[in-house]
T-cell receptor, first 115, second 111 residues
Framework: GAVVSQHPSWVICKSGTSVKIECRSL??????MFWYRQFPKQSLMLMAT?????????EQGVEKDKFLINHASLTLSTLTVTSAHPEDSSFYIC???????????FGSGTRLTVV | ELKVEQNPLFLSMQEGKNYTIYCNYS?????LYWYRQDPGKSLESLFV???NGAVKQEGRLMASLDTKARLSTLHITAAVHDLSATYFC???????????WGAGTKLIIKP
């Protein structure tokens, strides 16, 4: 079945530093990658949608200069949280779409804690 | 704007009982997903419902879709403790290929 590998699973970083999260589709080509953020006990909040080779489309209220998304290939997308602050602490999840109706495979998530 | 309402948001039940989680959505869609999330984990796909009248079953879980009523249900039969988790429904938007998420139902099954 379709597998999406997300790394790291958890990361602790200092305020002001940047953190990169990677998502790789291991056995299929991800035409579209979705990046979500989830706060405790809440549903998923879509941050941005990226298609391979093009700029990401960010949802309203999401700072594109702070959350840099790169989807350079059909198997890899990255989210970089720049100049992280404690309020960026959250659970980040990627989801890859294959372009068919079964489409959405989720990564295992990244727990980011900014101290 | 598509809205997805899921209820109940919290459900505590005894093992062996049956219950149903409801997912209502506000505009036309013919594709709906159900996911499970365990604490601290990502989402696990349970069901993909692709057409009106679709019914899928896996073990003690059964999901159905009524696109005319804009309603999906996730029915739990003879619940067991292992089914304790948060369940999300998500509706597919044709216009931008996004999923619109319900708020989730936290299910606790007591022995």
């Amino acid at each position: 079945g379709a597998v999406v590998s997300q790394h790291p699973s958890w990361v602790i970083c200092k305020s002001g530093t940047s953190v990169k999260i990677e998502c790789r589709s291991l056995d299929f080509q991800a035409t579209t990658m979705f990046w979500y953020r989830q706060f405790p006990k809440q549903s998923l909040m879509l941050m941005a949608t990226s298609n391979e080779g093009s700029k990401a489309t960010y949802e309203q209220g999401v700072e594109k200069d702070k959350f840099l998304i790169n989807h350079a290939s059909l198997t890899l997308s990255t989210l970089t949280v720049t100049s992280a602050h404690p309020e960026d602490s959250s659970f980040y999840i990627c989801s890859a779409g294959r372009g068919d109706h079964y489409g959405y495979t989720f990564g295992s998530g990244t727990r980011l804690t900014v101290v | 704007e598509l809205k997805v309402e899921q209820n109940p948001l919290f459900l505590s039940m005894q093992e062996g009982k049956n219950y149903t989680i409801y997912c209502n959505y506000s505009t036309t869609s013919d594709r709906l997903y159900w996911y499970r999330q365990d604490p601290g984990k990502s989402l696990e796909s349970l069901f993909v419902l692709l057409s009106n009248g679709a019914v899928k079953q896996e073990g003690r879980l059964m999901a159905s879709l009524d696109t005319k009523a804009r309603l999906s249900t996730l029915h739990i039969t003879a619940a067991v403790h292992d089914l304790s988790a948060t369940y999300f429904c998500a509706v597919f938007m044709d216009s931008n290929y996004q999923l619109i998420w319900g708020a989730g139902t936290k299910l606790i099954i007591k022995p």
